[in-house]
């Protein structure tokens, strides 16, 4: 089971983000879901009545299975949670349809920072730097660039155009 959000829309906020956003499972559509802003839970349109558990059914495989989203997401899921970044630690009975709703906007919100920076720019990140802290070299990504960036700085480091190349 894979989630997706599609026609994302966030804006400031008050308390929290505001935001609505179409909820899709396996590519069907399932729910609409907003939030206003003002520090109140994420409401939930749900397209039909049987929904709702089908999304409950996929958070409480999201608590075991962590990995649940598109492939771009994953591999990039896969990278950040290794730096701690995405997803917090949280016990199972913490979990819900809001915190995996959160965690899908922030991934998504993630990858776009992460396109926009690497059109023109090549980002990484060293493993032993804070989360968050991201280098760049002002050029596009290239063999060549990624070859430096290995002879600098070490076959750790996490690079992110090559994350995002690989699912292109």
Same mark, same amino acid.
């Given at each position: ?44 349109? &749900?397209? %039909?009545?049987?929904?709702? !558990? $089908? +999304? ?6 999201? *608590?075991?299975?962590?990995?649940? =989203? ?43 920072? &992460?396109? %926009?920076?690497?059109?023109? !720019? $090549? +980002? ?6 804070? *989360?968050?802290?991201?280098?760049? =070299? ?31």
């Amino acid at each position: 089971m894979k989630l997706q959000l599609k026609q994302l829309k966030t804006a400031g906020g008050d308390e929290t983000l505001r935001f609505t956003a179409q909820i899709y499972l396996d590519n069907s559509k399932i729910a609409t879901v907003s939030n206003g802003g003002t520090g109140g839970g994420h409401q939930y349109d &749900f397209f %039909r009545t049987d929904n709702r !558990k $089908t +999304l409950m059914d996929y958070i409480d495989r999201f *608590k075991t299975d962590i990995d649940l =989203v598109d492939p771009l997401h994953q591999k990039v899921s896969e990278s950040l949670q290794s730096l701690q970044k995405v997803i917090p630690t949280f016990t199972q009975q913490e979990i819900d349809a809001d915190m995996v709703v959160d965690c899908a906007i922030e991934l998504q919100e993630q990858l776009k920072y &992460f396109k %926009r920076q690497c059109k023109d !720019k $090549t +980002l990484f990140h060293l493993p032993e730097d804070p *989360k968050d802290t991201y280098l760049t =070299v002002n050029q596009t990504f290239s063999p060549e660039v990624e070859s430096w960036i290995i002879a600098k700085y070490g076959l750790d480091v996490i690079i992110i155009n090559k994350l995002l190349d690989s699912q292109s």
